[in-house]
T-cell receptor, first 112, second 115 residues
């Protein structure tokens, strides 16, 4: 079946370091991917998305990389700050274009 | 521009009662999605609605759960005869259009606790 998963449940970094959060997906037909950030007690917040016709997309302090050959997605956060501490989810769109399929999330902890 | 709004933010019900969760999409958005999140897990799709129509309810439990998005007013997720296993965070998302590459924007969620 379709699924999206993450490699590590937790990631701890020092303030100012770069963070890399990884995600593997299994459905080679998925062609749209999104990273969300979820802080405690809040809803998922859109960070960045990427379409399958791209392999890299940059935002403010964030970069998403897509490797369709190995079905791997990563989120890079530059100069990580304490405010980046949250759970990060990758999600993919189904072929029907209706539901987002979420992985279980990676908890990022940033220490000062 | 207000984002997706959900209320109540917290809801406590006893077993057997009904729970009604409301969602107002972002202005200009006519597509609403409901997801459920259990503790320590990712979100799971439940249902997708457009105004007055259920488009995809493949993630909805067959019994006790229903959803609507009337012509006027918010979308409602209704859970009848709640059980403890219904305790979860319920999130609503909206998008302006449908399609494979439309971003869904989420509300703050309703946290349901069934005693």
């Amino acid at each position: 079946g379709e699924s999206v998963g993450l490699h590590l449940p937790t990631l701890s970094v020092q303030e100012g370091d770069n963070s890399i959060i990884n995600c593997a997906y299994s459905n080679s037909a998925s062609d749209y991917f999104i990273w969300y950030k979820q802080e405690s007690g809040k809803g998922p917040q859109f960070i960045i998305d990427i379409r399958s016709n791209m392999d890299k997309r940059q935002g403010q302090r964030v970069t998403v990389l897509l490797n369709k050959t190995v079905k791997h997605l990563s989120l890079q956060i530059a100069a990580t700050q304490p405010g980046d501490s949250a759970v990060y989810f990758c999600a993919e769109k189904t072929q029907a274009g209706t539901a987002l399929i979420f992985g279980k999330g990676t908890t990022l902890s940033v220490s000062s | 521009n207000a984002g997706v709004m959900q209320n109540p933010r917290h809801l406590v019900r006893r077993r057997g009662q009904e729970a009604r969760l409301r969602c107002s999409p972002m202005k200009g958005h006519s597509h609403v999605y409901w997801y459920r999140q259990l503790p320590e897990e990712g979100l799971k799709f439940m249902v997708y609605l457009q105004k007055e129509n259920i488009i995809d309810e493949s993630g909805m439990p067959k019994e006790r759960f229903s959803a609507e998005f009337p012509k006027e007013g918010p979308s409602i997720l209704r859970i009848q005869q709640v059980v403890r296993g219904d305790s979860a965070a319920y999130f609503c998302a909206s998008s302006p259009l449908a399609g494979e590459q439309e971003t869904q924007y989420f509300g703050p969620g309703t946290r349901l606790l069934v005693l």
